[in-house]
C-alpha cells in the first residue's frame, strides 16, 4: 500500500492543523493507521493508531486531548487533527499502516512521506 501526507504548514502557537494522509494500492480498510513524528536529532515518536474499523484509537500522553486520529475507509485516508499546537510539535510527520495497530513504529511496514509542521512561538 502507498500513502500519502498532505497538510503541514506553518502555524502560529495555538493554533490547528489537520493532516491527511491518502492510501492507494491496497484495501484500505485492512489495515490499522498509525501518525508518527520526528524532530530534528530525536527518535520517531508514537503519536496516534486507529483500528481498522475506525472503532478503537489510543493515543501518546503527549497528545491526548489536543490530537484527534479518525479515518474515512470510503475515501481511503486518515486524518490527524491537531488542536492547541506548541512549538515542541514541531517536526515531520508521517502516516503508517500496518495490519495491527501498534505504538512502535518498528511494527509498521507501509510508510508515507512526511509533511512538515512548524509551530511558530
Known amino acids: ?3 500519502q501526507a498532505s497538510g503541514g504548514g ?3 502557537t495555538g493554533g490547528s492543523l489537520r493532516l491527511s494522509c491518502a492510501a492507494s494500492g491496497g484495501t484500505f480498510s485492512n489495515y490499522a493507521m498509525g501518525w508518527f513524528r520526528q524532530a530534528p536529532g530525536k527518535e520517531r515518536e508514537f503519536l496516534a493508531v486507529i483500528s481498522w474499523s475506525g472503532t478503537s484509537t489510543r493515543y ?8 484527534t486520529i479518525s479515518r474515512d475507509n470510503a475515501e481511503n485516508t486518515v486524518y ?3 488542536n492547541s499546537l506548541k512549538p515542541e510539535d514541531t517536526a515531520v510527520y508521517y502516516c503508517a499502516a500496518d495490519r495491527l495497530p501498534a505504538m512502535v513504529y ?3 511496514a507501509y510508510w508515507g512521506q512526511g509533511t512538515l509542521v512548524t509551530v511558530s512561538s
Not at 501518546?60 to 490530537?67: E, L, N, Q, T, Y
Open 1 to 3: 500500500v502507498q500513502l
Open 10 to 12: 506553518l502555524v502560529q
Open 60 to 67: 501518546a500522553d503527549s497528545v491526548k486531548g489536543r490530537f
Open 80 to 82: 490527524l487533527q491537531m
Open 106 to 108: 518498528s511494527e509498521y
